[in-house]
């Protein structure tokens, strides 16, 4: 009994000299001292001086990238050689054209239209297609809801026999035209088929911007793509007259940011990476067809409207 209460009494010698020491580490430590205003300055300065940050035009687009799909149409003219090609690679038929709007009067066109604007005397010659060697036509659309839906121009797809889209992780499919909307110069494509986990673009207001806001193009100039161009707008509330005078789009955003022949239907995105409207012109007084500084996106509330859809 004896022997038990001196092994107690040790033990709790131990413990308590482990608490002092403990203890005493405790007290003798520096107190930390309180984060200040001038320390969080000083410690961003210094990543923004020793790292390379993406910029905000590049952030934007990082978010758009994986909605954004190259929109391909083939001519009726092309049927039977398409259909062949189609036969061979196991594919359907070629898509009845749309069934939702008549005909439009208009010439078709596969890619960004030009024209004149409000106070232009003489229209402007209309863009070549800008056909590929199999005789595709390029142009760009998109992705807007988690099933796939895209948004891209009517003047991308109008005529077309098959319409095909190709999304950002190379998967191809077929695509049929759900809705047209020429007066707007917009249509509505499903796809037959959509990659994994397909993340639809985040649509935004076209309301918060303002005369030199930044904005950012995505699209396939010329069937090179995803291909991004920064700029601002330029100014609201435009109106665009098609060449041929038949067509007139209004409140349209005037941007500069560069845009060519494949980068009609593309979205214009503001730096949160946002859709805030659909690349549908340029204005081009000369037959270069090509970008001199005006482009005209349609806005995301009217191509939303359009389609009986509000967009928030």
Do not use: C
Not at 22 to 30: D, N, T
Not at 101 to 127: F, L, N
Not at 164 to 170: A, M, Q, T, W, Y
Not at 242 to 266: C, H, R, T, V, Y
């Amino acid at each position: 009994m004896k022997r038990v209460t001196i092994y107690g009494t040790a033990l709790a010698a131990i413990a308590l000299v482990f608490a002092a020491g403990v203890g005493s580490a405790w007290l003798l430590q520096p107190k930390q001292r309180a984060l200040t205003q001038s320390d969080i300055d000083s410690a961003v300065l210094h990543t923004l001086n020793n790292k390379d940050l993406p910029s905000r035009a590049a952030r934007a687009a990082e978010a758009i990238r994986q909605s954004v799909v190259e929109v391909r149409s083939y001519p009726a003219a092309d049927t039977a050689a398409e259909k062949s090609r189609a036969d061979k690679a196991g594919r359907d038929r070629p898509a009845r054209p749309p069934e939702s709007s008549a005909p439009s009067k208009r010439t078709p066109r596969d890619e960004t239209a030009k024209g004149k604007g409000p106070g232009d005397k003489a229209p402007s010659d209309k863009v070549a297609p800008d056909a590929l060697p199999d005789g595709r036509h390029i142009g760009t659309g998109v992705v807007v809801t988690e099933s796939g839906v895209i948004l891209t121009n009517y003047h991308v797809v109008a005529g077309a026999r098959r319409v095909e889209v190709r999304f950002h992780d190379g998967h191809t499919a077929e695509a049929a035209v759900l809705q047209a909307v020429p007066e707007k110069d917009l249509a509505i494509l499903q796809p037959k088929s959509i990659p994994d986990d397909l993340p639809p673009a985040t649509l935004g207001s076209s309301r918060e911007l303002a005369p030199g806001s930044e904005v950012v193009a995505v699209g396939f100039p010329f069937g090179i793509g995803p291909s991004v161009t920064a700029g601002v707008v330029s100014g609201l509330d435009r109106q665009f007259v098609s060449p041929d005078e038949k067509q007139q789009l209004d409140k349209l955003i005037q941007f500069d940011a560069a845009a060519n022949p494949g980068n009609s239907g593309g979205p214009l995105v503001n730096m949160k990476g946002e859709v805030v409207g659909i690349v549908t012109a340029i204005l081009n007084p000369n037959q270069s067809g090509n970008f001199l500084g005006i482009g005209f996106a349609i806005t995301i509330e009217s191509a939303g409207g359009s389609v009986g859809a509000s967009p928030f």
